[in-house]
Structures are given as structure tokens and as C-alpha cells.
């Protein structure tokens, strides 16, 4: 607040919020002098209200700053979300957490706790991490891409998902509240596009056709030149239902059956190529004897494909 001054003995200045000797910040009230404590404890809450929506407040629920008013103003909150979607300044604002919800008030006053440590009954610990029996005691808590749960001991690992954790779990109805920022899942190893035709199945090994505003992806093909040039494969699905394609690392695809030309999971240990035009999109173990080679990657199991930098061998 720009008219506020900090004050140590003295004479107060009666028109200005001030600082006492016992950290307490003292005003009128009024937007620019707000009369609030702060110091010890409380010094970790503070008060917001919660923007409506389709979800209501409930005490532990993650949120995020939603609008901050001027200083001295209160701010609006609304839950955090961390959903697979292309990185901009707004998406990264829903998935930065700065808090839990210690209580819910009237008028959808609730006060947001920052840090330290959150007390509530092991019942409302379930109610938003799905459990029974409270937190997990020693687990560490992110913001969960699910709906049925507001918080989740284990890590997002969908590809475009955001990785933010909350805290730390000290007895099952105590989290020592700590955000972390926000980490996509794999970061620069992804790729958001828009499909080109109809979707494909997630493992489909997919090429950019047009790589200028909207990157349009679909079915690689090794019989020409072009339709070869392979990027990677199709590993999830953004909020949209747009795909998501991985184009370096180890890929973790539960269900391969519907990308591969036998239609079975990956083979151990076995490279595999872009297929021909039969199978479009599709991978196979047998290399084509036209067209161009395209190795996509090296099967380390049967749902887990360590990608290679593809590198087109026209025959």
C-alpha cells in the first residue's frame, strides 16, 4: 500500500494504517486502510472471496489467485487446476496454488492458509483426496487432474499435465501447506497440434502438415517422402480432446493394441518403424522394403517406448 507507513513508537499517524510494536497492522477499515492482524500464525491466512462457479469451497480445496483488487482490496480465489493444456500466462495462473482452504464463511468468504500446518477431520481430507482414513501420513500432495479429488499423493504423469504440490502430509488430519510452482509433465518433449481429419488412437505416429499457427498432425506414412516425416506419437489428449504428441523420452502408454500393426503391445527390445499406407499411423517391427525407413523408437516392455530422433532412410 503505497500510503502505508511503519511506525515504531512515536506518534501514530492517525490517517495512515501503521504497524504497532506488536506487529499488529491497524487502520479504519476502508480499502487503503484495512484493519487486519497479522503476526504469528495468522500471518500465514488470509481472507478472499471464492469466485463462483460450478464447484463450491471446501475447506482443503486448492486455489489459485482468480483477481487481485487494489492493495488493501480483497483478492478472489477459485480452485486450482492442473488439466493437460498448451502452457500460456492463464494456464499457468489456474495451476499456481497458493494455498489451501482452512474454512469457508458466509458469502463465500473463505479464508485461504499459505503455509504451515492445516488441522481438519479425517472425513474432510477425504471428501476432496478420494481416500478413507484421512492423509497419508509422510506423503507428499499435488493438485489432482481428477474430478472426484480435489488432491492426490501421486504425481501427475499425463503428458501436458501440470505438477503442483501442496504439501506434506504429518498424521492423517495434519499437511504442513507448502505450493510449490507449477512443472508440466515432460515440458519441452511435447507438442499440442490440432488433428487433420479424424483422431487417432493414442500410440499413432502422426507428422506435422501444416507447421505455421495451428500445428495439424496426422497419420505418417512411410510410402512417400512426405507423409514419412514422423515426430513422434500421440500420447494424450489436452482438455479439448486434442493431441498431444511426444516427441522425445520414454513414453509410458498403458494400451498399445490399437497403434500397432499386429495389434498386440510392444515387443521388448525390438525397434520400431512407421508402417505403410495399409496401416496408417500404425507401428510395426518389420522395417518396409519401400518407401522410407523411419525408426520411431526401441520398446524397453510392452507399454514403454523409448523414442529416437526419427531420421527418414529413403529406399
Given at each position: ?204 505416429v502422426v507428422y506435422v502438415i501444416v507447421a505455421s499457427g495451428v500445428n495439424l498432425v496426422t497419420a505418417a506414412e512411410s510410402d512417400s517422402a512426405t507423409t514419412a516425416q514422423a515426430i513422434g506419437v500421440v500420447v494424450a489428449l489436452d482438455i479439448n480432446d486434442n493431441p498431444i504428441v511426444q516427441v522425445a523420452g520414454t513414453t509410458g502408454i498403458i494400451d498399445w493394441s490399437l497403434a500397432t500393426v499386429t495389434g498386440t503391445p510392444l515387443s521388448v527390445g525390438q525397434a520400431d518403424y512407421v508402417a505403410t499406407s495399409a496401416n496408417p499411423g500404425k507401428l510395426t517391427t518389420t522395417a518396409p522394403g519401400v518407401g522410407s525407413i523411419v ?21
Open positions: 500500500m503505497t500510503d502505508t507507513q511503519l511506525r515504531r513508537g512515536g506518534v501514530p499517524v492517525s490517517d495512515l494504517a501503521i504497524v504497532t510494536h506488536d506487529d499488529t497492522l491497524t487502520g479504519d477499515g476502508t480499502t487503503y486502510h484495512p484493519l487486519s492482524s497479522v503476526g504469528g500464525a495468522a500471518s500465514s491466512q488470509f481472507v478472499a472471496a471464492f469466485r463462483a462457479g460450478v464447484v463450491d469451497p471446501v475447506p482443503g480445496m486448492p486455489v489459485h489467485v482468480a483477481f487481485a483488487f487494489e492493495p488493501g482490496g480483497i483478492t478472489t480465489v477459485q480452485q486450482a487446476e492442473v488439466g493437460a493444456q498448451e502452457p500460456t500466462d492463464g494456464v499457468i495462473a489456474f495451476a499456481s496454488t497458493i494455498g489451501m482452504i482452512a474454512s469457508v464463511g458466509d458469502a463465500d468468504l473463505v479464508t485461504v492458509q499459505t503455509s504451515g500446518f492445516l488441522t481438519l477431520t479425517e472425513d474432510q481430507w477425504d471428501a476432496i483426496a478420494d481416500s478413507s482414513g484421512g492423509l497419508s501420513m509422510g506423503s507428499p500432495y499435488y493438485v489432482s487432474a481428477f474430478d472426484n479429488a480435489l488432491i492426490t499423493p501421486s504425481r501427475p504423469v499425463v503428458p501436458g499435465q501440470y505438477m503442483t504440490r501442496v504439501g506434506f502430509a504429518l498424521s492423517s488430519t495434519v499437511m504442513f501447506v507448502q505450493p510449490m510452482a507449477p512443472s508440466q509433465v515432460l515440458g519441452d518433449s511435447i507438442l499440442f497440434a490440432n488433428w487433420s481429419g479424424s483422431p487417432l488412437p493414442i500410440g499413432s525408426q520411431v523408437g526401441v520398446a524397453l516392455n510392452g507399454s514403454r517406448l523409448v523414442l529416437t530422433a526419427p531420421f527418414r532412410n529413403q529406399l
